[in-house]
């Protein structure tokens, strides 16, 4: 069977595996605080533009998340999020059972607004009994989004100016950031993230690490004593080199952007060769996520020989399907799974 429905079904570029081999004997201290974990927190926070952040490298996406929004809001406060944000649907209420309460807002694309965020502030401070009801400490976003968008640094710089007036603390899932980053259409940056953001984090465990991901922290407020939360929270690991390690391979020779071109260029393809079969796709995506609109007796057939996700139910006899694209995807198999459907959709 050939895999797309995840970006992270290989193990790790060769280029972190030859680092982790050639240093796999070396003696160092341990959770972080050895020379390459800060190295390559020096190298995030010159790219980054942010000479101020402190940088964490965390196992996983789900402890990033989990750590930094519990640092970040108090008992009575609840998230913000997209009804499609990672933290509301895929991450198995590990918001909610650390005692914050996700409040969702409808998505478009993904995507949430500025006005959407004020508008829900606005209902809670406006309402006379506010203090009986979780009140907004934050807005959780994910750059790109669940269904491959984006936003632009102008929608980004929006939801800034109204978590500053009501507020909020800001703060980006960047678990495919790379993917983001690498899109023809993006018009953000990591200087710009760094800018508008309290806290984000880089992915690394979706574009080309073995796990891993590194959380930048702007805000100073979320800076004090997140080590001991990020302990609490399981997110420190006793040999936690091997986290600085991959994020020092990915960001050398430029290899973090030009592997996430690369999964971004093989998905536009396949994009573009099904909408010039006449293949309709739920919404527009420049980045490594796309989700076409496929006959069922299509999706049937190409199961026999491709895993991907199926999204959601389109009608009676369409389902949505998501084709993900990754650092280490084949351009042959590309090329077949393009040369199949096209097939199936003429034949159809």
Same mark, same amino acid.
């Given at each position: 069977?050939?895999?797309?429905?995840?970006?992270?079904?290989?193990?790790?570029?060769?280029?972190?595996?030859?680092?982790?081999?050639?240093?796999?004997?070396?003696?160092?201290?341990?959770?972080?605080?050895?020379? @390459?974990?800060?190295?390559?927190?020096?190298?995030?926070?010159?790219?980054?533009?942010?000479?101020?952040?402190?940088?964490?490298?965390?196992?996983?996406?789900?402890?990033?998340?989990?750590?930094? +929004?519990?640092?970040?809001?108090?008992?009575?406060?609840?998230?913000?999020?997209?009804?499609?944000?990672?933290?509301?649907? %895929?991450?198995?209420?590990?918001?909610?059972?650390?005692?914050?309460? +996700?409040?969702?807002?409808?998505?478009?694309?993904?995507?949430?607004?500025?006005?959407?965020?004020?508008?829900?502030?606005?209902?809670? @401070?406006?309402?006379?009994?506010?203090?009986?009801?979780?009140?907004?400490?934050?807005?959780?976003?994910s750059q790109p989004t669940e269904l491959g968008?984006?936003?632009?640094?102008?929608?980004?710089?929006?939801?800034?100016?109204?978590?500053?007036?009501?507020?909020?603390?800001?703060?980006?899932?960047?678990?495919?950031?790379?993917?983001?980053?690498?899109?023809?259409?993006?018009?953000?940056?990591?200087?710009?993230?760094?800018?508008?953001?309290?806290?984000?984090?880089?992915?690394?465990?979706?574009?080309?690490?073995?796990?891993?991901?590194?959380?930048?922290?702007?805000?100073?407020?979320?800076?004090?004593?997140?080590?001991?939360?990020?302990?609490?929270?399981?997110?420190?690991?006793?040999?936690?080199?091997?986290?600085?390690?991959?994020?020092?391979?990915?960001?050398?020779?430029?290899?973090?952007?030009?592997?996430?071109? %690369?999964?971004?260029?093989?998905?536009?393809?396949?994009?573009?060769?099904?909408?010039?079969?006449?293949?309709?796709?739920?919404?527009?995506?420049?980045?490594?996520?796309?989700?076409?609109?496929?006959?069922?007796?299509?999706?049937?057939?190409?199961?026999?020989?491709?895993?991907?996700?199926? *999204?959601?139910?389109?009608?009676?006899?369409?389902?949505?399907?998501?084709?993900?694209?990754? *650092?280490?995807?084949?351009?042959?198999?590309?090329?077949?799974? +393009?040369?199949d459907i096209t097939a199936l959709l003429k034949?159809?």
């Amino acid at each position: 069977m050939i895999r797309f429905d995840s970006d992270y079904t290989e193990g790790a570029h060769p280029s972190i595996l030859r680092l982790l081999s050639d240093t796999n004997m070396e003696q160092t201290c341990g959770y972080g605080e050895d020379d @390459y974990c800060l190295r390559a927190a020096d190298r995030l926070k010159e790219l980054c533009h942010a000479p101020d952040a402190d940088v964490h490298f965390i196992t996983g996406g789900t402890q990033t998340n989990l750590a930094l +929004i519990t640092a970040a809001l108090r008992p009575h406060q609840g998230v913000i999020s997209a009804d499609t944000g990672h933290i509301a649907v %895929h991450e198995s209420g590990a918001i909610e059972a650390s005692g914050h309460k +996700i409040l969702t807002l409808p998505n478009t694309d993904g995507k949430i607004s500025a006005r959407q965020i004020a508008e829900m502030c606005e209902a809670h @401070y406006d309402d006379e009994t506010r203090e009986h009801m979780v009140q907004p400490g934050l807005v959780y976003l994910s750059q790109p989004t669940e269904l491959g968008t984006l936003y632009s640094a102008r929608e980004l710089a929006d939801i800034r100016s109204t978590c500053g007036r009501f507020g909020l603390f800001l703060y980006i899932d960047g678990a495919r950031c790379g993917y983001g980053l690498a899109a023809e259409s993006a018009d953000f940056s990591l200087p710009l993230l760094a800018e508008l953001c309290d806290a984000f984090y880089i992915g690394g465990t979706k574009v080309g690490a073995l796990f891993g991901e590194a959380l930048l922290i702007l805000h100073p407020a979320l800076q004090r004593d997140f080590r001991y939360i990020l302990k609490q929270r399981v997110g420190r690991l006793a040999k936690g080199r091997l986290l600085g390690l991959q994020f020092l391979a990915l960001f050398t020779d430029d290899l973090y952007l030009r592997i996430s071109q %690369h999964a971004d260029r093989l998905a536009c393809r396949i994009r573009d060769a099904l909408s010039a079969c006449g293949c309709p796709m739920l919404l527009h995506s420049d980045t490594n996520q796309q989700f076409p609109v496929l006959p069922d007796d299509v999706c049937e057939k190409l199961s026999e020989k491709y895993v991907f996700s199926h *999204w959601q139910r389109f009608d009676d006899t369409h389902s949505v399907v998501r084709f993900c694209t990754g *650092w280490a995807t084949k351009e042959e198999n590309v090329d077949m799974l +393009i040369r199949d459907i096209t097939a199936l959709l003429k034949n159809g």
